[in-house]
């Protein structure tokens, strides 16, 4: 398997508070990409973070990686209900070069 | 509008039979996927097209195929479903920055 054994399968919170998740991987990789998927539907991007970074931010969302540990980390600020969804980080550790692959996901339920 | 389109969203189908899975999309990438998700397994690669007319294997493809006619259409083929294959199935497309576009996905259930 491309991850470890620690990511975390599910976060419950209330709105307003602050969450942090995160991902190991076993292989080397460029890029951690980071996914949320709602239900009912397909996941979508929101925020990629190059080997050549240790933090990246965009609005309430900042990503880390660690390429000396091997481990990535999603944090979300100040939770809101909408914030709700599964997360998933993702490498492009080779498979063609091209194809991403997808840790299990990590569910975030915020509670009003 | 929906970039990368897939049908049909739901199908039933019976232990043995043939399934096609149909992809289809406007984004112009050359890149094309299919991934399967089940509960705890998050997502899982099982073929990947570059250009028409060629497939690749991904992590899991023992038991589908995937035909690539064109650089717009991409179909996954169960010629004989089984129980396990019942899952979600996502079609994604990729950009130069190989930042996947998922479709909303096929819930295929097979009995």
């Known amino acids: 398997s491309q991850w470890g054994e620690e990511n975390l399968q599910a976060l419950s919170i209330q709105e307003g508070e602050d969450v942090t998740m995160n991902c190991s991987y076993k292989?080397?990789?460029?890029?951690v990409h980071w996914y949320r998927q709602d239900s009912g539907r397909g996941p979508a991007l929101i925020i990629l973070?190059?080997?050549?970074?240790r933090e990246k931010r965009s609005g309430r969302l900042r990503a880390t990686l660690d390429t000396s540990s091997q481990s990535s980390s999603l944090s979300i600020t100040a939770a809101q209900c909408e914030d709700t969804a599964v997360y998933f980080c993702a490498t492009d550790a080779d498979q063609g070069g091209r194809a991403l692959i997808f840790g299990t996901g990590t569910t975030v339920s915020v509670s009003p | 509008e929906a970039a990368v389109t897939q049908s049909p969203r739901s199908k039933v189908a019976v232990t043995g039979g043939k399934v096609t899975l149909s992809c289809h999309q406007t984004?112009?990438?050359?890149?094309m996927y299919w991934y399967r998700q089940d509960t705890g397994h998050g997502l899982r690669l099982i073929h990947y097209s570059y250009v028409a007319d060629s497939t690749e294997k991904g992590d899991i493809p023992d038991g589908y195929k995937a035909s690539r006619p064109s650089q717009e259409n991409f179909s996954l083929i169960l010629e004989l479903a089984s129980l396990s294959q019942t899952a979600v199935y996502f079609c994604?497309?990729?950009?130069?920055?190989?930042?996947?576009?998922f479709g909303a996905g096929t819930r295929l259930s097979v009995l």
């Open positions: 292989t080397y990789t460029t890029v």
């Open positions: 984004n112009n990438h050359d890149y």
């Open positions: 994604a497309s990729s950009d130069i920055q190989n930042t996947l576009y």
């Open positions: 973070i190059r080997s050549n970074e």
